[in-house]
């Protein structure tokens, strides 16, 4: 009965739904460790793997703008022209107005701030729009949910969170959100964990499945390669 | 609460014995570990034994809590339309989707607790007017506290219980641990007359009866425990 995508992870399907997808499909998963342990080449990997298929994808970045973006893809040799700025690829630019550049925003690029949440989640739904009339199914990207709590209230983010799971999840779309580990209060992460359906660890050397619609828990190691994270 | 015969794989009904109506239980552990499958099961076994049931939808809304039980093959559409269930959603209107309410379908707000109490106090009188006994189920506070001061979640949970145990109903409420002050967590557990702890791997039952505890698994067909002591 449940319905499994692929993650764009090699390896991970399998590990996870034995080959034919691995992230069940209409969900949010949570993907969190220490920094620097591959939570946002888990993001580029999930969102590739759409874009090849023809499923559009709405990424919300606080971490990153459109140039910073294009280079950390181009870095594993995927076709950048294919993936960031094509029609299917839909950019929430939450952190280059803040850097103080210069852009306008386009039918798919939506420039927001991290100091407004609420403006990124008027974003969000007009983006929404958009991607539902084209396609009844989707991807998104929320990377990362650590900076928007820096910028603001945690549990305001949390509140945020809620909104963005709801929206996404009524529109058919299918979700990834990134957290850094211990950057928030404990009270606050365990209410990301409470609110997400799925949730991944990632501590440099090993992939953990915490919890997913409809298998247990499961670990693989993981190797970050010039391609992109492995799963073994 | 669960059917206690050979018919009950789950063995849930053997480690809950009766609950006695117009009781308040609380369920509780960290998250992910079964809690709103527990729901989903309270739900169908209740409305499939012939009791009506008010569900309070505040972790998925009304779509996705239906999409969740046919992973089960516990389907709601038909207790929708025969209004044995009365769904009171409080997430759904924040995808800024527009839908109206039906006969059994209510939409409310999360921030908005006094029409949260308003509609129970309907959903309640309803169901109690079909059945002599009916099922409450709150899942979670874990939105509710995220949106709201944790005081004014626990003065809802004095009202919810007020209203639940007057009209005879049995009400389960879920917290997930550690998602605020201990403080407020020791008060709903006074709140409680009834608790069941999840943990992962075993369920505790505490009540003025004493304590049980067995160890559980899920399955295609919701939770079994086995093991009970």
């Not at chain 2, 939808?57 to 998925?60: P, Q």
């Given at each position: 009965m449940i319905v499994r995508i692929s993650?764009?992870?090699?390896?991970l399907d399998k590990l996870i739904g034995g080959g034919g997808g691995s992230l069940a499909e209409n969900t949010v998963t949570l993907i969190y460790g220490p920094?620097?342990?591959g939570k946002s080449i888990f993001s580029y990997q999930f969102a590739y793997e759409g874009l090849v298929n023809d499923e559009p994808c709405l990424y919300v970045s606080t971490d990153y703008g459109l140039k910073d973006l294009e280079r950390n893809v181009a870095n594993f040799g995927w076709k950048v022209e294919e993936y960031v700025?094509?029609?299917?690829f839909y950019l929430i630019d939450a952190i280059s107005t803040i850097s103080g550049v210069e852009v306008s925003s386009t039918l798919n690029y939506f420039p927001s701030s991290v100091y407004n949440p609420t403006d990124i989640m008027v974003k969000l739904g007009v983006a929404i729009r958009q991607i539902k009339s084209k396609s009844p199914r989707f991807r998104s990207v929320l990377d990362s949910l650590t900076t928007l709590m820096a910028f603001n209230d945690e549990l305001l983010v949390v509140r945020v969170l809620t909104i963005y799971i709801m929206r996404i999840k009524e529109s058919g779309g299918t979700a990834i959100v990134t957290y850094t580990e211990g950057s928030a209060d404990s009270k606050v992460e365990n209410m990301l964990k409470a609110i997400v359906d799925n949730i991944i660890h990632l501590d440099g050397e090993n992939l953990t499945v915490e919890a997913m619609v409809g298998s247990g828990k499961l670990k693989a190691h993981y190797n970050i390669t010039s391609s992109g994270i492995v799963v073994d | 609460m669960f059917m206690k015969n050979n018919s009950d794989i789950t063995n849930l009904g053997d480690l809950l014995g009766d609950i006695e109506p117009g009781k308040i239980v609380l369920l509780y552990g960290p998250p992910k570990v079964g809690k709103s499958i527990f729901c989903y099961q309270f739900l169908y076994s209740g409305l499939k034994g012939g009791e009506p049931c008010l569900y309070i939808?505040?972790?998925?809304g009304l779509r996705q809590l239906e999409q969740r039980m046919m992973e089960f093959n516990w389907f709601l559409q038909p207790y929708i339309q025969s209004g044995e269930v009365y769904i009171i959603d409080i997430l759904t209107r924040l995808a800024g989707v527009k839908i109206g309410d039906s006969n059994a379908v209510k939409f409310s707000s999360v921030q908005n607790l006094a029409d949260l109490m308003v509609k129970v106090g309907v959903g309640t009188r309803s169901l109690f007017r079909k059945s002599s006994k009916f099922r409450a189920v709150l899942d979670s506070l874990t939105m509710i506290f995220a949106f709201n001061p944790p005081n004014l979640v626990l003065r809802l949970m004095k009202a919810y219980k007020n209203r639940v145990s007057e009209a005879n109903g049995i009400g389960l409420v879920v917290h997930t641990t550690g998602t605020v002050e201990p403080q407020f967590e020791t008060s709903l557990m006074e709140l409680a007359d009834f608790k069941i702890c999840f943990d992962g791997k075993s369920i505790q039952v505490e009540s003025s009866a004493g304590k049980k505890s067995a160890q559980y698994t899920i399955t295609d067909e919701g939770i079994k425990c086995w093991g009970i002591e």
């Open positions: 993650s764009g992870i090699p390896g920094p620097k342990v700025g094509s029609e299917n | 939808a505040a972790d998925y």
